[in-house]
């Protein structure tokens, strides 16, 4: 079974007994945007963005410790891979405007105009063509 950011939305412990030889989850944490955009993006977290995050995305991944506690695998490990990858400023910010937590603020803030203004923010912070930013894969593997 192979499964991507959609296995930490499951019942995992419910997954990880179905039989089969190999497993493979894998995440990326919260990304991070070098350059100026790093602190704008964090202090939107932080003043907006945190409270609608869901506690699955924000607490310690146990998911090394799951597989190893269900006891049907010989083998598991976590691998983090580096994933740095180039995006236009436009595109880090549509990045974000797609998560949950940033749908969720806006909805429920009721703040109609949000995505405008942080286009408009993000574009004038950066003014390079390109951004580098880190979503490093955690990789989650295991054999029977």
């Known amino acids: 079974m192979?499964?991507?950011?959609?296995?930490?939305?499951m019942d995992r412990d419910a997954v990880l007994l179905k039989p089969g030889g190999v497993f493979c989850a894998y995440k990326y944490d919260f990304?991070?945007?070098?350059?100026?955009?790093?602190?704008?993006?964090?202090?939107?977290l932080s003043l907006k963005w945190a409270a609608y995050r869901d506690a699955r995305?924000?607490?310690?991944?146990?998911?090394?410790?799951?597989?190893?506690?269900?006891?049907?695998?010989?083998?598991?490990?976590?691998?983090?891979?580096?994933?740095?990858?180039?995006?236009?400023?436009?595109?880090?910010?549509?990045?974000?405007?797609?998560?949950?937590?940033?749908?969720?603020?806006?909805?429920?803030a009721g703040d109609a105009e949000y995505a405008d203004e942080l286009l408009r923010k993000v574009a004038e912070i950066e003014t390079a063509p390109s951004v580098k930013v880190n979503f490093d894969i955690h990789s989650f593997f295991a054999k029977r």
């Open 2 to 9: 192979t499964s991507a950011t959609s296995f930490y939305w």
């Open 31 to 44: 990304p991070i945007a070098y350059g100026p955009l790093r602190d704008f993006f964090a202090r939107e």
């Open 57 to 108: 995305l924000t607490r310690y991944d146990d998911t090394l410790e799951r597989i190893k506690a269900s006891k049907i695998f010989r083998e598991a490990e976590r691998v983090v891979l580096s994933n740095i990858i180039e995006l236009t400023p436009r595109e880090v910010a549509t990045f974000f405007l797609s998560t949950s937590y940033v749908t969720k603020y806006m909805d429920q």
